[in-house]
């Protein structure tokens, strides 16, 4: 049998991938070398409780958006829970409650000492010009490039608004700061820096401006808690698209990818061989060489983005499962701890925390929760330690629990069960090379928008995920499937 197109990897951007080309009438299958999807958004099982692979918020979820429409068209039975406020930070005496509606964040700074209240509330309202154009093309990826003849006059329209976004492409958020006199105002510097690390991968300092301006809206965009974990989602999105005819094959590892003379594919799995005219790779573009054997030449374009991936991150984790403190709200919570502003947000200096809510008895007993705890790894320093990466990865994860203590002992103090994770533990579950995940730093520069058109390592072998532009979160590796299948549906 002959497929439109074989997905490999079940993280978000395969899963949307095959849902999209199964929903249009395409022949797809799917593989997935472990027994679950989700990828680095997944949750999984241990010694009896259930956790988040990564500190998880997601997004997207609202009906009028790309998870949100596909919850309520394929009556996927998911359930949310619209915590207020979605996220608590802390750092150096600030603490700001991140809620529901975004004018009470800008509230908040206005109501410090000493806010600077005219520049806030000037660069707030550019910030939300600027990311509602660049949303308005996220939530309908086939308004990203390349551009077809007909979408020309709806691109046209915006105009005006595509011109507000020129004084600040290829310039950092850090300059946009100082433009808007801003640089010295601590805890907007804070929050920026925070939101930053986990949205684009690098600090709010260098990070490219109109991404950090879209990066803003992120936590108003149909935030919710998955309950039993995101991977409950993930796993509904996949039932939807094996009842749309999808072949769905877990435990199903692809061994090799050929390249025929007609330019369809042969894919080698554990279980047996697939015919596809596409294969949509949801995989670390280094994965790719053992695929295709030794014949394989690299693009000039993916040789650039290895060498931009190779600056980004890995974690380190800690699970917990911990007494509920008596105060505790029995809502799921989400909570971001800086023990240090003037020190780089990695190395557990800054941590993420996902907290599963009282109802959740499937994660942990009654009265206990599941803590998933997350920090940055430079991949940098992890090729640097050599055969000292357990003795670095250990050190991080001890500054990660004394940040905890220091933030929220309630929690801390109660600890009943720990595992922890590494960047070896995501390399060998999720295939990354060095344990990458999240994608290349977004940094300053025109080199941000060279990825906005579609990555073909070969041809018809289209690469989906954090690896490409959009891809920096569940819903934008969801959005990156999306233009895929909405290309190979075109091509067909």
Same mark, same amino acid.
């Given at each position: ?236 999105? %996949?039932?939807?698209? &094996?009842?749309? +005819?999808? #072949? !769905?094959?877990?435990? =199903?590892?692809?061994? @090799?990818?050929?390249? $025929? ?117 430079? %991949?940098?320093?992890? &090729?640097?330690? +050599?055969? #000292? !990466?357990?003795?670095? =990865?250990?050190?991080? @994860?001890?500054?990660? $629990? ?91």
């Amino acid at each position: 049998m002959m497929f439109d197109a074989v997905v490999i990897g079940a993280g978000f951007g395969g899963i949307a991938t095959a849902l999209t080309l199964a929903e249009r009438g395409a022949k797809v299958a799917l593989c997935e070398t472990l027994s679950y999807p989700g990828g680095c958004a997944s949750t999984f099982t241990r010694d009896g409780y259930r956790f988040e692979s990564g500190a998880t918020l997601i997004s997207g979820l609202d009906e009028a958006q790309l998870f949100g429409g596909w919850i309520k068209r394929h009556n996927i039975g998911v359930q949310l829970q619209w915590m207020d406020p979605l996220l608590t930070l802390q750092a150096a005496g600030v603490t700001l409650d991140i809620h529901r509606r975004r004018e009470d964040l800008l509230e908040q700074f206005c109501a410090l000492p000493n806010a600077p209240v005219s520049e806030l509330r000037h660069f707030f309202a550019v910030q939300r010009r600027v990311a509602r154009v660049l949303w308005q093309l996220f939530d309908h990826p086939a308004r990203l490039p390349p551009v077809k003849l007909a979408q020309l006059p709806g691109h046209l329209r915006r105009l005006p608004g595509y011109a507000g976004l020129l004084p600040y492409i290829g310039r950092s958020m850090g300059a946009i700061l100082q433009r808007f006199g801003l640089a010295d105002f601590a805890p907007l510097r804070i929050y920026l820096d925070a939101l930053c690390q986990i949205t684009v991968q690098c600090s709010a300092e260098v990070a490219e401006a109109p991404l950090a301006f879209a990066a803003m809206d992120y936590y108003y965009r149909g935030s919710a808690h998955v309950v039993g974990g995101v991977g409950q989602l993930a796993q509904g999105l %996949l039932d939807a698209a &094996q009842r749309c +005819g999808a #072949d !769905i094959q877990l435990s =199903t590892r692809v061994k @090799q990818l050929v390249r $025929r003379p007609d330019n369809t594919w042969q894919i080698t799995t554990r279980r047996g061989t697939l015919e596809a005219k596409h294969v949509v790779a949801n995989l670390h573009p280094g994965v790719l060489p053992a695929l295709l054997g030794p014949s394989y030449r690299e693009p000039t374009r993916l040789t650039r983005m290895q060498q931009r991936l190779a600056q980004g991150y890995s974690a380190a984790m800690l699970y917990l499962v911990v007494r509920a403190p008596d105060d505790a709200s029995a809502d799921a919570h989400h909570l971001e701890f800086i023990a240090d502003p003037n020190k780089p947000l990695i190395d557990g200096n800054h941590i993420f925390v996902s907290i599963s809510s009282a109802a959740e008895t499937d994660r942990a007993p009654a009265g206990h929760r599941t803590l998933t705890i997350s920090t940055h790894l430079p %991949l940098a320093t992890l &090729q640097a330690a +050599g055969t #000292d !990466i357990a003795a670095y =990865t250990a050190t991080v @994860q001890q500054t990660m $629990r004394d940040t905890l203590r220091a933030g929220a002992p309630q929690w801390a103090n109660n600890i009943v069960h720990e595992l922890t994770a590494s960047a070896r533990t995501f390399g060998r579950f999720v295939g990354r090379p060095g344990g990458a995940v999240g994608g290349a730093p977004r940094t300053a520069g025109l080199h941000n928008y060279q990825n906005m058109g579609l990555v073909q390592a070969e041809p018809r072998l289209w690469l989906v995920g954090d690896s490409v532009f959009p891809g920096q979160s569940a819903l934008a590796a969801a959005i990156s499937g999306v233009r895929v299948a909405t290309a190979i549906e075109r091509l067909q």
